[in-house]
């Protein structure tokens, strides 16, 4: 993350979404999950699921593989088709390695089978929950950085381009026809929009928005 003093960091609210029809399962994973403080919301089946659903929660889904109605790769597939971005962790009652690999092959961040100890299922949705946060911290870093860039000159982003581009401010200036005290202006007024602490940083910025 490339984050100033003046910058805050987003309170990105997470939580576990477990789809399962199993009543006492469902209990078991939210006890496990309240006790360590971690919000946790559940469902019986994949349409219940869908009517309060949107790409934008973040956190990790729990899909119980095989439900009455549509099944854990079914809603896998729908949320996928909606946008959703969160980890996803299926749940199965069977050591089945060919549904195993067709729920990998989906996509999941991981398989759980049942019955589950608690250490695992902590360590493996905590697992999920950082890698969803990690990306999403990174999304919001590229939108930042590419709002930055929009702010920048057409001239600006010319002469940001050779900067990154490790071109002097002669050879920017002779490429654009400009002069060398006008590159180091425009040089000047890059770093600040951008808010770059080092032109290492404009370069990482650079690279993240693209």
Request: charge should be negative; proline fraction near 3%; include cysteine.
């Amino acid at each position: 993350m490339i984050l100033h003093d003046d910058d805050t960091i987003p309170d990105i609210e997470q939580s576990v979404y477990i789809v399962e029809d199993d009543e006492v399962i469902r209990n078991i994973l939210r006890k496990i999950l309240e006790q360590e403080n971690i919000p946790v919301k559940t469902y019986a089946s994949a349409e219940q699921f869908l009517l309060e659903y949107s790409a934008a929660n973040a956190g990790c889904l729990l899909l119980d593989i095989k439900m009455p109605g549509m099944n854990g790769l079914e809603l896998h597939r729908v949320v996928t088709a909606l946008g959703n971005s969160s980890p996803v962790i299926f749940l199965t009652g069977v050591a089945d390695v060919g549904i195993a690999v067709d729920a990998l092959k989906a996509g999941a961040m991981d398989l759980l089978e049942k019955p589950f100890d608690r250490e695992t299922v902590l360590d493996r949705i905590q697992k999920a929950m950082a890698w969803d946060l990690e990306a999403r911290l990174n999304q919001l870093e590229t939108e930042d950085i590419k709002q930055r860039i929009a702010r920048l000159t057409p001239r600006e982003r010319e002469v940001m381009d050779g900067v990154v581009q490790g071109l002097a401010n002669k050879s920017i200036a002779r490429n654009l026809g400009i002069s060398s005290r006008t590159v180091e202006v425009h040089r000047k007024n890059i770093i600040e929009k951008m808010r770059a602490d080092s032109l290492a940083d404009l370069v990482r910025m650079t690279i993240a928005a693209k």
